[in-house]
C-alpha cells in the first residue's frame, strides 16, 4: 500500500508539474491558455490545496460559486506552473506580446529594492524587471521532500525553479542565514534585492503591527530595514492575470521612500486589496490566520 501512495503522488506531480503545464512550451500562449483553462476543470487537480484554500477563503470574503472560484485558483497554480517551462524557452518577446505594463519601472541605474507578494503569477515580472536593465538578487526560501509533499518530483521541480529563477533576476538567490549581509552586498554593488513581504509572520522575527482586515495583524518588515539601511527606494510590483484571456498586467509603483513610517501599512493595505480583487490568486490562503494577532 506504501508504494501505491508514493506512486500515486509522483505520478499526480508529474501531471501538475510538468505533463500539464509544459505542453505549454510547444503551444502558442493563446491555445496553451485554453489547454491549462481545460485541464483545471479536473477538480483532481491540486486537490488538498485548493480545498484548504477555499476553506480558509469563505472566512474572510464572499467567494461567491464555490466551483467558478476553484476552477479560476486551479487555473492560475497551472497558469503558475507553466511560466517556468515559458521562462525557460521564451526570449524577452514574449513579454510584448502577452504583459501589457501599467507604470514604469523606476531607477533602473541604480540599486532599489523590488516588493511582490504570494499573488497569481511572479516569474515573467522578475523577467520584465531584468529585461529593463537592473540585475536582482530573489530572496527565496529552503524547502525539503518532505515540505514539498514528500515527492521525489516536486522536489527536483522546486530546484529547478529556484535556479530559473535565479536566471530570470540574474543574480544568485540570497538564502538564510546571512540573507541581510547578501542583500546588502548586492545593493552595494548596484544591483536590486526582491523578496515577498507576505510570508506568514510566524516564520520571521521581522514582523510588525499593522491593520488587515479591519483588525489587528502582522507584516513583516525586513525588506524595507534592507531598504532603510541601505539607503535605496522600494519599488512594489505585481504581475495579474485576465482568466479571460490569460493576458498578464504588470503594475509597478514607485520610487517609494522606505523611510516612511506608513509604508510598511501601505504595502500590507496593497496586499490585502491585491486579494479582494482577485482572491483566486492568493497561495498562501491555508496559513492566513498566522497574520493576525489577538484583539
Given at each position: 500500500?506504501?508504494?501505491?501512495?508514493?506512486?500515486?503522488?509522483?505520478?499526480?506531480?508529474?501531471?501538475?508539474?510538468?505533463?500539464?503545464?509544459?505542453?505549454?512550451?510547444?503551444?502558442p500562449w493563446s491555445l496553451g491558455y485554453r489547454w491549462l483553462r481545460l485541464c483545471a476543470r479536473w477538480g483532481w487537480l491540486f486537490g488538498p490545496e485548493w480545498r484548504a484554500a477555499l476553506a480558509q477563503a469563505r472566512?474572510?470574503?464572499?467567494?461567491g460559486e464555490e466551483a467558478r472560484w476553484a476552477h479560476a485558483y486551479r487555473t492560475c497554480r497551472l497558469v503558475d506552473h507553466a511560466d517556468f517551462w515559458l521562462s525557460r524557452t521564451r526570449s524577452r518577446r514574449w513579454l510584448a506580446r502577452h504583459v501589457d505594463v501599467l507604470g514604469n519601472w523606476p531607477r533602473t541605474d541604480a540599486a532599489a529594492v523590488g516588493v511582490f507578494f504570494h499573488w497569481c503569477a511572479g516569474m515573467w515580472a522578475v523577467r520584465a524587471l531584468h529585461a529593463a536593465g537592473p540585475s536582482a538578487a530573489v530572496?527565496?526560501?529552503?524547502?525539503?521532500?518532505r515540505s514539498m509533499g514528500a515527492s521525489w518530483l516536486a522536489y527536483l521541480y522546486g530546484h529547478l525553479r529556484l535556479a530559473e529563477l535565479a536566471r530570470a533576476g540574474g543574480r544568485p538567490l540570497i538564502f538564510?542565514?546571512?540573507?541581510?549581509?547578501?542583500?546588502?552586498?548586492?545593493?552595494?554593488?548596484?544591483?536590486?534585492?526582491?523578496?515577498?513581504?507576505?510570508?506568514?509572520?510566524?516564520?520571521?522575527?521581522?514582523?510588525r503591527p499593522v491593520r488587515l482586515w479591519g483588525r489587528p495583524a502582522r507584516f513583516t518588515e525586513g525588506l524595507l530595514r534592507i531598504a532603510r539601511e541601505a539607503g535605496?527606494?522600494?519599488?512594489?510590483?505585481?504581475?495579474?492575470?485576465?482568466?479571460?484571456?490569460?493576458?498578464?498586467?504588470?503594475?509597478?509603483?514607485?520610487?517609494?521612500?522606505?523611510?516612511d513610517p506608513a509604508l510598511l501599512q501601505r504595502i500590507?493595505?496593497?496586499?490585502?486589496?491585491?486579494?479582494?480583487e482577485k482572491p483566486w490568486g492568493f497561495t498562501l490562503w491555508p496559513m492566513m490566520p498566522a497574520y493576525f494577532t489577538e484583539d
Open positions: 500500500m506504501a508504494v501505491f501512495r508514493w506512486l500515486a503522488v509522483e505520478i499526480r506531480c508529474l501531471l501538475e508539474l510538468y505533463l500539464l503545464p509544459g505542453l505549454c512550451v510547444v503551444l472566512q474572510w470574503i464572499d467567494v530572496l527565496a526560501g529552503r524547502f525539503s521532500r538564510a542565514p546571512g540573507s541581510v549581509r547578501q542583500a546588502r552586498a548586492e545593493l552595494a554593488a548596484g544591483n536590486w534585492v526582491i523578496g515577498t513581504p507576505d510570508v506568514p509572520p510566524t516564520e520571521t522575527r521581522l514582523a535605496v527606494p522600494v519599488v512594489v510590483f505585481t504581475l495579474g492575470l485576465d482568466l479571460a484571456s490569460g493576458r498578464r498586467d504588470l503594475r509597478i509603483e514607485g520610487p517609494l521612500d522606505p523611510q500590507a493595505s496593497q496586499w490585502e486589496a491585491l486579494i479582494r
